[in-house]
């Protein structure tokens, strides 16, 4: 029988979901989209994750569930989706944090492999309570805390605290606008996390860039945005050489 969470909503039947197989050494690339034309051309062109969300141009927001399922269906790749019900900060009132909560039960239920969220205090500092809730929704599903990471007052500190609540990667540009700027502080992350938590490097990694940002922070993760399928193969050719 299932049971209710802290925060009162009713929780999910675990789910087991397959995850990428990457040979030691490569390169994972993680693609956003907002389409099912694009999450097929990903896959066409090499990808091995999606984050799917929407209103990209906004950081994205969560996508519809029939927009998540249609992507689901039309992949074979791991489809991790978007919690973040609006755009703007990531401080997140009581109702807002409800609403985020139903989203992660609903597309879990759909078949989703992962869940991207997060949540700050006012303070810039991260909201455990409110991730410790997210995370316990996911009912074992892998979370990504997303870039809001990169708004917080101490990345170390951040990410001790990410360590401590299960989460499974981090997303970040090292508090820089972009991955390459950020690459010191990525390195640092890095070596900081060691085996316990996964450092995503993503902002601004294109075809031209994506070789010097692995090479300079150490990742064995990447995410970009889809920006059209020619250019998705170059930049995940020219990573997967590595």
Known sequence: ???RSAHGAREPLPRVVAQPQIRPGRILLEICVDSVESASASERGGADRIELCVNLDDGGTTPTTG???AVIDNTKLPVFVLIRPRAGDFVY???EIDLMLREVQTVGIIGVAGIVTGALRSDHSVDVEQTRALI???AGLPVTFHRAFDSTIDLA???EQL????VTRVLTSGGAPTALDGADAIATLVSQARDRISILAGGGIREHNVSEVVRRTGVREVHTRFVGEGRMKDLIEIAKRR
């Open 93 to 95: 009132s009581d109702e």
């Open 157 to 159: 500190d951040a990410l």
């Open 136 to 138: 316990e929704a996911a």
């Open 1 to 3: 029988m299932q049971g």
């Open 67 to 69: 927009l998540t399922a």
């Open 163 to 166: 360590v401590e609540l299960g």
